[in-house]
């Protein structure tokens, strides 16, 4: 059931509006302008967003259709919006959020020369990112998939008079580029191999009747293709590289960009896609294997990482691992269910980290600081309401989103007892390394330094209302999907028109999710409690476990870095560097050269016959003639 | 009468005698003369063809052919008078400006 329903442009178009005018104009106006028209533009998107979500009939789809965007017979693209559960839902996620982050921004970066550009930027994203949920087509999901890279990249950079922050930038756009190329290839092959069929289209509707008509091992291909993109935008192993040192950006774009929504591209397209998805269970279980390991992996280095944004960028890759662990087991629904959840909990960590490194003027070592909560009350609230909400604290929304995620991968015909630990775990670790940076940075002595603590204070209003209601969210979003022997869930119903009826989880052992639950509580309380015992009181074990081998490897993030510097970087520089200081001069150069000297040399010589003699020219056109009388007299 | 091919066969020799000495001589004036050689040769052809042909089209080729030659004879000795003056040579090896 298709409707048009025209005001759904305007999600997208009004955030570009807000971007032009900051880019345009903003040079001539005052920086506390330009953040409020930013999130203004925000706010107007977000109450479109509302209303499509409001007057969205059950299994109905809005359409708006701007203009033949392609028309090359017989493939026809159309730049046009449509928007089913799926993509309300993500809408919301987009500019709700995004808007309370905007208003954080407010706050956050009030005394920054670049607000401008800044709030320029942060428009320009949430413009791609609704483009990228909106689009009906895979094309169009391109451009939004790439503009939001862009955004990304541009907003890492930000502060770029740091060299550090520039080449953090170009680590997240290079990594992703890798992706992107496979996420291109995929959507060629798609086309190419739809076309064989006779089904020229890129239309995800269009798509979706025809899947059954592609032969299994093109899909696998193709959806493995398209995971390559996941890896590289959502940061899951081997190219989450990038997504810790993109913390170099200023931390509102973190809790946006690089947590809640951004990141989120590569399970939102798995989801969009998921009719392909489910016809090639090899890659199926390809997700869900990185997925788990992602997750687990992830979880690991978080532990050891002292610097706050770091632990919660590694967290962000492992929550990131559990949605992909999701749909790989095909429950995308769960997927979705745990990105939304996850974006509000998420985000409120990051925005509370930021509020920290805001009160101690930029410092982002955990262990010069310690003692906050006296300092920063509201901050220290809605970041406990949130680490209790990422660890799976009961009646949260982490708590239904994680178990819905762990039940499905223990449960689901797809799922194995492997996944399952493998997620567990995580859980464990989850809460283990949130309670230690609660700790670290709350409890305990303060160790701040003596000037900075001085200017200790709690942030303004802006800051700390977008954390409460961030907070409040983290805890009741949740509610929307609960098992069922709760209310049941809202949630799997209204996604369903999008996400097909799942696969019936075959529960032999009635209780069984209950039991598990009872299982990833139980870990979750050791993680807890280990974090109390070791940074919760005064003890000198944390600085002993900081000193073994394991705690290096880990605080080194297992040398992976060093890995690819050593494997991929430094070959792939050696090359260039040949390339670029041998072969162009000697060869290329050699080469152009040769022939240009070689045309001079011949030049040189030959141009002896112009002599200026009249005779001579005489002579050269009397043989001619000649040669030609005798040529035509021969034949 | 004599046959045709008489007056062609001089004809051929006269202007061959034309290019030769276009082509050897050092000296303008001769060239000059040369080149007229070359055009009284086409003459004698034309008139040779019309009398065999009994058309009085050659006959006023030739008529046109001398008023040219006149006028070039005209242009080609003032070039060679003026060339004279600037260089107190008429060897066409010292007139090589125009090259490379």
């Known amino acids: 059931m298709m409707e048009q329903f025209g005001l759904l442009r305007f999600i997208p178009l009004i955030p570009l509006a807000g971007a032009a005018l900051n880019i345009l104009f903003g040079a001539r106006l005052r920086p506390q302008f330009a953040g409020f028209l930013a999130c203004g533009a925000v706010a107007l998107s977000f109450l479109v967003s509302l209303a499509v979500f409001w007057l969205l009939p059950a299994s109905g789809v809005f359409r708006d259709v701007l203009f033949i965007w392609i028309d090359s017979e017989p493939f026809k693209a159309q730049l046009s919006f449509q928007a089913d559960a799926l993509t309300a839902v993500m809408l919301l996620v987009i500019t709700g959020i995004g808007l309370l982050i905007h ?3 407010l706050g956050y970066m009030g005394d920054d020369e670049g607000m401008t550009r800044y709030f320029a930027y942060l428009n320009l994203f949430v413009f791609f990112m609704s483009l990228l949920v909106l689009a009906d087509n895979l094309l169009l999901l391109f451009v939004g998939w790439e503009g939001v890279g862009l955004c990304s990249y541009l907003l890492i950079g930000f ?12 680590k997240a756009f290079i990594v992703n580029r890798i992706g992107d190329f496979g996420f291109l290839l995929g959507v060629l092959l798609l086309f ?5 069929q006779g089904v020229w289209t890129l239309n995800f509707s269009e798509l979706e009747r025809a899947a059954h008509l592609l032969r299994p091992e093109s899909v696998t291909l193709i959806t493995l293709l398209f995971f390559a993109g996941a890896t590289g935008k959502s940061a899951q192993i081997p190219l989450y590289v990038w997504l810790p040192d993109a913390m170099q950006g200023p931390t509102p774009v973190s809790a946006l960009i690089h947590a809640a929504t951004m990141v989120t591209a590569g399970v939102y397209m798995t989801a969009r896609l998921h009719f392909l998805f489910s016809l090639a269970p090899a890659t199926l279980a390809v997700i869900a294997t990185i997925g788990a390991l992602t997750a687990f992996f992830a979880a690991t280095i978080a532990v050891a990482q002292n610097d706050i944004k770091r632990v919660l960028a590694y967290s962000t890759v492992s929550q990131l691992g559990y949605m992909f662990l999701a749909a790989g087991v095909g429950a995308f629904s769960a997927a979705i269910f745990h990105l939304f959840t996850h974006a509000f909990f998420k985000a409120c960590l990051f925005l509370g980290s930021g509020s920290v490194i805001h009160a101690l003027g930029g410092e982002q070592d955990m262990r010069k600081m310690g003692g906050l909560r006296r300092y920063l009350p509201t901050t220290y609230w809605t970041y406990l309401v949130a680490a209790l909400v990422i660890s799976g604290a009961p009646l949260t929304a982490g708590f239904f989103s994680k178990d819905q995620i762990l039940w499905q991968a223990y449960a689901s015909p797809n799922g194995s007892t492997q996944l399952w630990l493998l997620a567990w775990l995580t859980a464990g670790l989850t809460a283990f390394y949130m309670f230690r940076q609660l700790f670290m940075v709350f409890h305990g002595a303060c160790r701040v330094a003596e000037p900075a603590k001085a200017r200790l204070h709690e942030s303004p209003a802006a800051m700390t209302v977008p954390l409460v209601l961030l907070a409040l969210g983290s805890i009741f979003a949740g509610w929307l999907g609960t098992p069922d022997f709760m209310w049941g869930s809202v949630w799997d119903p209204w996604l369903q028109s999008v996400l097909g009826v799942q696969e019936a989880v075959d529960d032999a052992a009635p209780g069984g999710e209950l039991f598990l639950m009872a299982l990833t509580l139980g870990i979750a309380a050791l993680g807890f409690l280990l974090a109390f015992l070791l ?10 476990i900081a000193a073994t081998t394991i705690y290096r490897w880990l605080a080194h993030k297992y040398y992976v870095d060093e890995i690819y510097d050593c494997v991929f970087v430094r070959p792939f520089t050696a090359c260039a560097r040949w390339l670029a200081q041998i072969f162009d001069p000697g060869f290329i150069d050699g080469f152009v050269n040769g022939v240009a000297s070689t045309i001079r040399a011949g030049s040189l010589s030959w141009r002896r016959i112009q002599s200026g003699d009249v005779q001579h020219y005489l002579f050269a056109f009397l043989a001619g003639t000649l040669l030609i009388f005798a040529y035509l007299l021969g034949r | ?14 202007f061959a005698i034309g290019v030769a000495g276009v082509v050897i001589r050092r000296n303008f004036i001769v060239i000059l003369l040369s080149i007229e050689l070359m055009l009284n040769a086409v003459n004698l052809t034309f008139i040779a063809f019309a009398r065999y042909l009994g058309s009085m089209e050659g006959q006023v080729i030739v008529f046109f052919v001398m008023t040219v030659a006149a006028a070039e004879a005209v242009v080609g000795l003032a070039i060679i008078i003026s060339i004279f003056r ?3 040579s008429l060897d066409p090896r010292e007139m090589q400006l125009l090259k490379w």
């Open chain 1, 103 to 105: 208003v954080y921004s």
């Open chain 1, 159 to 170: 502060w770029y008079e740091d060299h550090t922050n520039t080449i953090a930038g170009n």
């Open chain 1, 192 to 196: 190419w191999e739809m076309g064989r």
């Open chain 1, 535 to 544: 940074y919760g009181r005064e003890s000198r074990v944390a600085e002993r």
């Open chain 2, 1 to 14: 009468m004599a046959p045709l091919n008489y007056y062609l066969v001089l004809s051929a020799i006269i």
């Open chain 2, 86 to 88: 600037h260089r107190r």
